[in-house]
């Protein structure tokens, strides 16, 4: 009797909990499957090495991940916790937090494909004393992570032995992107003389984000300020927040003046940049690790109508475009643009398949084209700008077709042999905490 009153619910609850974890499991194994066949298997950046030996298949990282259900980043497969989608991982590190047995490890690159990270000391400083490191190009591409080093690396600046002394600089911050935001503020509170530079416009990463793309944050401290309660937002309404904390904060930003060179004086350094030379004790690096665009390399590139990044899809109502390129930047802009009245829109990229971009990226990109939206050329390389037009190459066969705008998106050229010049040391991190 007492089998038939407790055991039946308990069977009919392990029951339903099998499957459960059998939907579970199948989930993940299809999700791996197509991030198998899209080639969508190297993580860009931190992301969780999972000790199988340890993990007890409990899911707490699965449940954890802030990018479910949207992206089906962890799963359970056999069993015990995988990285199904390592492309959509970008870096949170929830799921080694919730993991209650320390089977999760956080680490850069992968055996297959490097990352080259700048060596930094706890104190966000390089080996160069005095050249500080903070945000993306540190590895930690998280709005709010990057706030958070921005902040402590001025905590780290104000104990240099120097500071306060002379005629010179404090500090010199190159970029102003979320740590190089949260830094300036930070040395404004401190009382620092402090000169901020920003090659591009305010916000970083963020500005170049096609309009009204979701932007994931959480709740932040930024000094002077306080606390910062976004969770979920769009492009627009945080780069409004920024601009309005720059005018409200009194902060003085240098645009459109980019870093030459950091060499050494004494206990300080002498930075050069696009518009003149400055002497500073200390130097902070918040430039991200996009660094310079990665261009064609082709006649007429010079011409204006080319750029290098999508600040704004208005501006290309009714015009032709052609956009170059194949990962997420690339596709986003070109799902933008089309999505404007009277636009007609190329994607020209040089592989068969897009084999960097997320899915739905791509679904999109494919649904505008079957929709006659948009046109696709793959195998395709550009070949000459002209004012009216553009020539490419597609296997074999010259094609060319009416053109009023260029949008390249083609990656960036990493820093690397700019912080080398400097003397700070670069690691490649293989798949290493």
């Not at 992206?71 to 937090?97: M, N, R, S």
């Not at 002498?270 to 690790?289: D, F």
């Not at 690339?330 to 960097?356: D, K, M, P, Q, W």
Request: a positive charge.
């Amino acid at each position: 009797m007492k089998l038939s009153v407790y055991g039946l619910p308990m069977l009919l609850i392990w029951g339903m909990y099998g499957r459960s974890r059998a939907r579970t499991e199948r989930a993940s194994v299809a999700a791996r499957a197509a991030a198998q066949e899209a080639g969508m298997t190297e993580p860009a950046s931190l992301h969780p090495l999972i000790e199988t030996a340890k993990c007890v298949g409990c899911g707490s990282c699965v449940a954890a991940c802030p990018e479910q259900p949207d992206h089906h980043v962890l799963g359970l497969i056999d069993g015990k916790a995988q990285l199904v989608t390592p492309a959509d991982c970008i870096g949170h590190g929830a799921c080694k937090t919730a993991c209650p047995v320390g089977a999760i490890t956080l680490v850069f690159g992968t055996e297959r494909r490097g990352v080259d990270i700048p060596v930094l000391s706890p104190n966000f400083e390089t080996n160069v004393p005095g050249i500080f490191i903070a945000g993306e190009l540190g590895g930690m591409g998280l709005i709010r992570n990057a706030i958070e080093q921005g902040r402590q690396a001025i905590e780290s600046v104000r104990k240099v032995s120097g500071i306060g002394k002379g005629q010179r600089l404090d500090l010199l911050i190159v970029g102003a992107g979320p740590a190089g935001i949260a830094a300036s503020l930070a040395a404004q509170q401190a009382g620092l003389r402090v000169k901020t530079i920003e090659q591009d416009t305010l916000g970083g990463t963020v500005a170049h984000f096609p309009r009204g793309k979701i932007v994931m944050t959480a709740p932040v401290d930024l000094p002077g300020i306080g606390r910062v309660k976004f969770t979920e937002t769009t492009k627009e309404a945080l780069l409004e927040f920024w601009h309005g904390i720059e005018k409200n904060a009194g902060l003085t930003i240098d645009y459109q003046e980019r870093l030459d060179a950091v060499t050494s004086r004494g206990d300080g350094f002498i930075v050069k940049t696009t518009r003149g030379s400055y002497e500073t004790r200390t130097v902070l690096l918040a430039i991200g690790r996009r660094g310079t665009p990665r261009k064609l390399g082709v006649p007429g590139e010079e011409l204006p109508k080319v750029v290098y990044r999508l600040i704004d899809a208005e501006q290309y109502r009714g015009q032709k475009v052609l956009v170059v390129g194949g990962g997420d930047s690339a596709l986003e802009a070109a799902i933008s643009v089309a999505e404007e009245t009277g636009t007609l829109v190329t994607v020209s990229y040089r592989s068969a398949a897009f084999s960097r971009a997320k899915q739905k990226n791509r679904m999109r990109i494919e649904a505008l084209a079957e929709s006659g939206r948009l046109r696709l050329l793959m195998s395709c390389n550009v070949k000459e700008i002209t004012r009216d037009k553009v020539r490419l190459l597609q296997e074999n066969r010259t094609i060319e077709i009416d053109n009023d705008a260029v949008i390249v998106c083609a990656g960036g050229i990493l820093p690397t042999p700019l912080l080398r010049e400097m003397g700070v040391e670069v690691e490649t991190k293989h798949g290493t905490a």
